[in-house]
């Protein structure tokens, strides 16, 4: 069965400064993607990046970066340039591609971020 | 707002009851999937249905949860004789096949007395 760990249960960044959240997963399938969803207090969670492990090329959206590295089944975020609304809970999710984890994400329990003004 | 939209937000409900949630997903998604979120963890899935077929189901969902999609648009969780420690956060989100990026509603906080 796949699992999502995220070993980091808080984290603290200045704003304006750069912050990297790790996770790392076990899985014995090739093909699969990878997520980072930020959920705010009390609000919805949302999607930030995705990573599809066919890809080499770490993904980039904005501020936000993965490190993907598939062999050591590792996927952590750096958030650049942090800004005070960047402070959430964020998950790293896993998603298979074929047999019955396709669809379904497996969640890791989370990273919550403050944001220092 | 086109979002995935989800109700009630919050549901109060003493032990014993039925309780039934709706989500209604992005207008041209055909997968639908609803977690379940308790205090200090990350969502853990329950079921997953493309189009009106319920193809996938967690060994969390018990014989008490019933999930249904009829002609594939919004669907319902049904919670019987619910229990303390059904207390959670219910998720729903949806996705276009292929695509696996899923959206999330807002969620409806059950609290069971």
């Known amino acids: 069965a796949q699992t999502v760990t995220q070993s980091q249960p808080e984290m603290s960044v200045q704003e304006a400064e750069t912050v990297t959240l790790s996770c790392t997963y076990d899985t014995s399938e090739s093909d699969y993607y990878l997520f980072w969803y930020k959920q705010p207090p009390s609000r919805q969670m949302i999607l930030v990046i995705r990573?599809?492990?066919?890809?080499?090329q770490n993904a980039t959206e904005n501020r936000f970066s993965v490190n993907f590295q598939k062999a050591a089944k590792s996927f952590s975020l750096k958030i650049s340039d942090s800004q005070l609304g960047d402070a959430a809970m964020y998950f790293c999710?896993?998603?298979?591609?074929?047999?019955?984890?396709?669809?379904?994400?497996?969640f890791g329990k989370g990273t919550k971020l403050s944001v220092k003004p | 707002d086109t979002g995935v939209s989800q109700n009630p937000r919050h549901k109060i409900t003493k032990r014993g009851q039925n309780v039934t949630f709706r989500c209604d997903p992005i207008s041209e998604h055909n997968r639908l999937y609803w977690y379940r979120q308790t205090l200090g963890q990350g969502p853990e899935f329950l079921t997953y249905?493309?189009?009106?077929?319920?193809?996938?189901k967690s060994r969390l969902l018990s014989d008490r949860f019933s999930a249904e999609r009829p002609k594939g648009s919004f669907s319902t969780l049904e919670i019987q004789r619910t229990e303390q420690g059904d207390s959670a956060m219910y998720l729903c989100?949806?996705?276009?096949?292929?695509?696996?990026?899923?959206?999330f509603g807002p969620g409806t906080r059950l609290t069971v007395t």
């Open positions: 990573q599809e492990a066919y890809k080499q």
């Open positions: 249905f493309q189009n009106e077929a319920q193809l996938e």
């Open positions: 989100a949806s996705s276009s096949a292929g695509t696996h990026e899923q959206y």
């Open positions: 999710a896993y998603s298979g591609r074929r047999g019955g984890s396709q669809g379904n994400l497996i």
